[in-house]
């Protein structure tokens, strides 16, 4: 059999359309960040324009700010663009392809996290200018932090720093369990095996709406957490281990079926968090029941959405120069964004106010991440393809 990686092995053919979706979803996080920090101030003008944005919610608009559905793409991006070298029934997984997916996502982050987490020290003797993500900056790292940050597992206070960090931990879990799922596909199939990771994904969400809320991004990270991501990341596995068969499907791909489904696909998506909200929420304290719920719906919509990228719907557009090298840079882009903003808020807020303190930080991150690409992501992808890793050249919340 041929090993994924070897000299031998041809390498997957690359779907370009997905990248320009990754960054578009990416430009979503920033976007809703944006309204986030603008809401959370004490800026009457920002507020009324965040509100007239955010009043969009429901609406197809809701695509350009919905964060939470982008992140839902990110992962079954993952499934999807990690599984096609291994989609052949031949094709195996060496130990090469663990160790370099740690190294594409983790030393842009380690850079990342030296240069926040430095700045901290500074950042936290000033005062909040936006009561989203206050908690960011609220003081400078400890020892305990470093360790935990520096291993990119747990992250007990991932809203501290960088609060987007905790989407990694999610993804280099559900990454590492990768070998798994597409093993038990060749074994069983592919509907009993997503009907499983479903019973899984629901009981873990059981257990995590009987423990006390802290949070979303407490309840998302943690194993429970993981676990209720898991049916997105294999249904993505999935689409790629059917792509041949997909592909010669006659009637998916006529028009009125593709556009149907892209309908039904973006009502799901810019609909779900509204449908959750009126289904209700439990009596008692607060708990991650609605989210958890919402990401059902939304995510539903998020793997249509990826199946008929995937399937070559709206190419001309996705894979377009401008959206491709958006989309290659978006992790840079993912992983700078929100601490650059932040910053920028704290040190300029006073001076010239948070609307100009934002478009300066949005400035400002634009310049980091072209910096973090050229300097930091592109020579680990040169290493990564060098080596002939299985995950060499393919896109996943970490991008290319």
Known sequence: MNRVGSATAPSPSRVRSLDGLRGLAAVTVVIGHVLLLL???????????ARHVTATEGTLLYALWNGRGAVLIFFALSGYVLTLPFASPSATFGWGYFAKRWARIGVPFLVMTIVVMTAAVWLSRLGSQSTWPAIMFDRPPSIGDVIEWGTLIGLPNVSAFNSVVWTLVVEIRLSMLLPLI????????????????????????????????????????????????????????????????????????????QFGLLAMGLTLYVRGHEWAAAAGTPPGPPSAQPMLVEDYVVGLGAILLVGLVASGLGTRFLASRPLI????????????????????????????????????????TIVVTAISYSFV????????????????????????
Request: no cysteine.
């Open 39 to 49: 809401e959370g101030s004490w800026s009457v003008p920002a507020i009324h324009a």
């Open 182 to 257: 597409i093993l038990a596909y060749r074994r069983f199939g592919i509907p009993p095996v997503l009907a499983v990771t479903v019973l899984v994904a629901v009981a873990a969400d059981a257990f995590a709406v009987a423990q006390p809320y802290q949070g979303s991004m407490a309840a998302s990270i943690s194993l429970a957490g993981t676990l209720h991501f898991l049916p997105l990341f294999a249904a993505g596995s999935a689409l790629a281990m059917k792509r041949d068969r997909l592909a010669n499907t006659g009637w998916l791909h006529r028009r009125v079926v």
């Open 325 to 364: 090298v958006l989309g290659r840079s978006s992790y840079s882009l993912y992983l700078w964004h929100l601490p650059v903003l932040v910053s920028s808020a704290l040190v300029l807020t006073p001076q010239i106010g948070i609307l100009a303190a934002t478009g300066v930080g949005l400035a400002v």
């Open 377 to 400: 992501e592109a020579p680990v992808q040169r290493v990564i393809r060098g080596h002939r890793s299985g995950t060499s050249d393919l896109p996943s919340i970490a991008g290319r």
